[in-house]
T-cell receptor, first 112, second 110 residues
Framework: NAGVTQTPKFQVLKTGQSMTLQCAQDMNHNSMYWYRQDPGMGLRLIYYSASEGTTDKGEVPNGYNVSRLNKREFSLRLESAAPSQTSVYFC???????????FGNGTRLTVT | QKEVEQNSGPLSVPEGAIASLNCTYSDRGSQSFFWYRQYSGKSPELIMFIYSNGDKEDGRFTAQLNKASQYVSLLIRDSQPSDSATYLCAVKGDFNKFYFGSGTKLNVKP
């Protein structure tokens, strides 16, 4: 039972490079999320997808794009990485009603 | 902007004591409340959830909810060094969005 799987685990980019973080869940959840976590800032929502076919901005969407490829997969793209995007990124999913968030293992991204 | 507030700590307690972690939230319409534990370098893991006013107990953990005061707390009885971690309070709002506090770091001293 894999839960939420995100790749890669670590990534180093140079300023201006692009990359896509991949996320997949096998719990048949409708909603998927991308968060970033910085020291002292807690978890901040970048984008979320309440259901297949929809995406919405969270608190800190600038510099990111997302694609809800199907019910299982939700990717996060950095088109032109900046040092301010150095962070730990978590993908998560949730069912409806009172269902909690289930997190992936995270991606540690460093932009130099 | 919906807000969830936690004392960042660190909260230090001796082994065997009760640790009390607190959280306040701004959205009076919130219905679901969660506590996650996060070890350094790891992802958050769910330890408790509560939906109704009052207390909910699970082993050494008790979650308390007071919707009138917009207050959620987590009590950890018989604290162990392995409980040392950051505890995140989360509130589920409209459209399945979750809002997190910045976390309280707990240190349990042997």
């Amino acid at each position: 039972n894999a839960g939420v799987t995100q790749t890669p685990k670590f990534q180093v980019l140079k300023t201006g490079q692009s990359m896509t973080l991949q996320c997949a869940q096998d719990m048949n959840h409708n909603s998927m999320y991308w968060y970033r976590q910085d020291p002292g800032m807690g978890l901040r929502l970048i984008y979320y997808s309440a259901s297949e076919g929809t995406t919405d901005k969270g608190e800190v969407p600038n510099g990111y794009n997302v694609s809800r490829l199907n019910k299982r997969e939700f990717s996060l793209r950095l088109e032109s990485a900046a040092p301010s995007q150095t962070s730990v990124y978590f993908c998560a999913s949730s069912g409806t009603g009172n269902s909690p968030l289930h997190f992936g293992n995270g991606t540690r991204l460093t932009v130099t | 902007q919906k807000e969830v507030e936690q004392n960042s700590g660190p909260l230090s307690v001796p082994e065997g004591a009760i640790a009390s972690l607190n959280c306040t939230y701004s959205d009076r319409g919130s219905q679901s409340f969660f506590w996650y534990r996060q070890y350094s370098g790891k992802s958050p893991e769910l330890i408790m959830f509560i939906y109704s006013n009052g207390d909910k107990e699970d082993g050494r953990f008790t979650a308390q909810l007071n919707k009138a005061s917009q207050y959620v707390s987590l009590l950890i009885r018989d604290s162990q060094p392995s409980d040392s971690a950051t505890y995140l309070c989360a509130v589920k709002g409209d459209f399945n969005k979750f809002y997190f506090g910045s976390g309280t770091k707990l240190n349990v001293k042997p």
